[in-house]
């Protein structure tokens, strides 16, 4: 549609010269002010004439007026000027052979561009505590980011998805006390992070009794800042048990990590950054402890190094992104993380600037909101957690509970059980704006009749069982259309490339993720109006099994934009 777009604006400035040649006016101008009507029987575009008034100093009724009587392009069907808007409709011969032809051209390409080529994205997303459940609080920034990951790819860029595992602080020297009084090797080995995170847990209700253990903890912490080998050992190796675990839920999702860095990679990388801010007089001594004053800029301290001379949460995200800059050099560097940490980003991006890197412009926070489920918020501390894996595993018992009911014969039950669980969880999260605040009902996500990860999922199977099916059919390649139901359609799988640039604009993969409610809701009704396999003329045939390809290409290529698996049967 951004052709179309064009076309329409380059006619219309066309239009607008011949009356008013001075006007200071440009295509761009007029394709910016081009909307989608709500409703598609008044035109496929409009242009509002509101806006042109002043600078052509005619009323938007006369303006629209004028253009639609000079519009005229083989690409559109009708000009009609209503109520000082210019309402546009698209011709069927530029329906089918540019807009259905150019997806059926670039299949899986589709909706791709290559304006991010040669530059790098660097992604921060996950970075789950290592020792500390993996929770529900984690789904945002775990799909968030790698959406917006496969979103930059999509356009070209290199992408770098790190995940920045909090791997190193004072929790390490609980876990270590904890290791040394209750551990069980075997048991670790074979239970794995779940026996860990019981041994998180059973030290701080010993520790609220005994308060030594807090100092014990401390003392070990230190001891394995120093390096001693056995603390060393013992933290590889809850490190190693988390990541394998981690890495399953990964999977289940799709997900791989270029880099695995984590918090204690940055330790000998935050020494030159203090002295930097040091030298350039950035530092400042509060209370023993060292800040840079943001009072300026309307924000709290930041605080850089504690009164004992450790190390800050901030202070180990500067020197990180300082190092990403130089190992990837990137265009851009994003932060997935809760709203909750929106502050602490905004003052670390300040320093950096302040640091006169020259790049600070260049890192991006992308917050989102807190989720709860079945109305319940999450607590960590009172171990009232749901972790990530329990969701899943109770989304993919469900559906498979429904896959046994409907289709107990299924090839893969497990597999596809797994992607649609899965998929639901997903889904459902992306549907909204990232920023809002989510309510999950479990039951509401796996329905397969509501707006949910099944029931897209469900319309990609069907489109290739419909192809699958078009193969011994004799068909051409003519392409016309009959119904309206094709012509939504192929206008809804036109929108795809707008869709994939307004989610990057906004960082927002919910974009992507109600796009796709729409091509299921388009397809379902030409499928339920038109029929398909049995039409009996070859070149409507031909058309509505071309649609159909264009449908499993675009849905296609939406689901991977936002980490939901393509269900070939279900
Ligand atoms: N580990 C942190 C947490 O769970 C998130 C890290 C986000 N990334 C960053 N560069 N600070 O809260």
């Excluded at 940055?266 to 950054?273: G, L």
């Amino acid at each position: 549609m951004q052709k179309f777009k064009q076309i329409v604006s380059n006619k219309a400035l066309e239009a607008v010269k011949s009356v008013f040649p001075d006007a200071m006016i440009s295509s761009d101008d007029l394709a910016s002010m081009l909307e989608y009507p709500p409703d598609t029987t008044m035109g496929d575009l409009a242009l509002p004439c509101f806006k042109l008034s002043k600078t052509l100093r005619r009323s938007p009724v006369q303006i629209a007026q004028i253009i639609a009587e000079k519009l005229a392009d083989p690409a559109i069907k009708k000009a009609e000027a209503v109520n000082g808007y210019l309402n546009i409709s698209i011709s069927d011969e530029y329906l089918c052979s540019v807009l259905c032809g150019e997806i059926l051209e670039n299949g899986d390409k589709y909706g791709s561009a290559d304006f991010g080529k040669g530059k790098t994205v660097v992604l921060d997303y996950s970075s789950p505590n290592v020792a500390k459940p993996f929770h529900i609080g984690h789904l945002g920034t775990t799909v968030i980011g790698h959406s917006l990951k496969k979103l930059h790819e999509f356009v070209g860029y290199d992408c770098v998805g790190i995940n920045y595992l909090g791997d190193w602080g004072t929790q390490f020297g609980k876990m270590i006390v904890a290791y040394k009084m209750w551990g069980d090797r075997e048991a670790i080995n074979e239970g794995g992070i779940d026996k860990l995170v019981e041994l998180y847990v059973k030290f701080h209700h010993a520790a609220e009794e005994d308060l030594a253990l807090n100092d014990e903890a401390r003392a070990e912490f230190h001891k394995l800042e120093l390096g001693d080998e056995e603390n060393i050992a013992l933290w590889k190796w809850f490190i190693e048990i988390s990541v394998a675990e981690y890495k399953k839920t990964y999977a289940q999702l799709g997900i791989e990590f270029d880099s695995y860095k984590g918090e204690s990679f940055y330790t000998d990388k935050m020494p030159a950054q203090v002295q930097k801010l040091r030298d350039m007089g950035l530092l400042k001594i509060d209370d023993g402890a060292s800040i840079v004053d943001l009072e300026e800029y309307n924000m709290p301290p930041c605080l850089i190094l504690k009164r004992d001379g450790s190390t800050l949460y901030p202070t180990r995200d500067i020197a990180a992104a300082v190092y990403r800059k130089q190992t990837y050099d990137f265009d851009k560097a994003i932060y997935v993380t809760s709203a909750g940490q929106s502050l602490h980003f905004a003052q670390w991006f300040k320093v950096v600037e302040l640091m006169q890197y020259g790049w600070h412009d260049k890192l991006v926070h992308v917050p989102y909101g807190t989720v709860s489920i079945n109305g319940a918020k999450l607590a960590t501390r009172t171990g009232n957690v749901i972790l990530l894996k329990d969701l899943f595993a109770q989304a993919i018992e469900k559906v498979s509970e429904i896959m046994d009911e409907k289709n107990p014969n299924l090839e893969n039950k497990d597999k596809v059980a797994e992607a649609v669980g899965v998929g639901a969880i997903v889904f459902y999260y992306l549907s909204s704006n990232r920023i809002r605040d989510i309510n999950f009902v479990l039951e509401d996500a796996l329905s397969f009749d509501g707006n949910t990860g099944p029931y897209v999922q469900y319309t990609y199977a069907r489109t290739c069982s419909l192809i699958e099916k078009a193969q011994d059919k004799e068909l051409n390649s003519n392409v016309i259309f009959t119904s309206d139901e094709e012509r939504e359609l192929v206008k809804t799988l036109a929108r795809f490339p707008e869709k994939v640039l307004e989610a990057l604009d906004l960082y927002e993969p919910s974009v992507v993720t109600r796009y796709i409610l729409d091509v299921a809701t388009a397809f379902n009704r030409f499928y339920h109006n038109c029929q398909i396999l049995s039409a009996t003329d070859v070149d409507v045939l031909s058309t509505r099994v071309a649609l159909t390809k264009a449908t499993n290409y675009v849905l296609g290529n939406a689901f991977e934009l936002i980490c939901l698996k393509k269900t070939e049967k279900i």
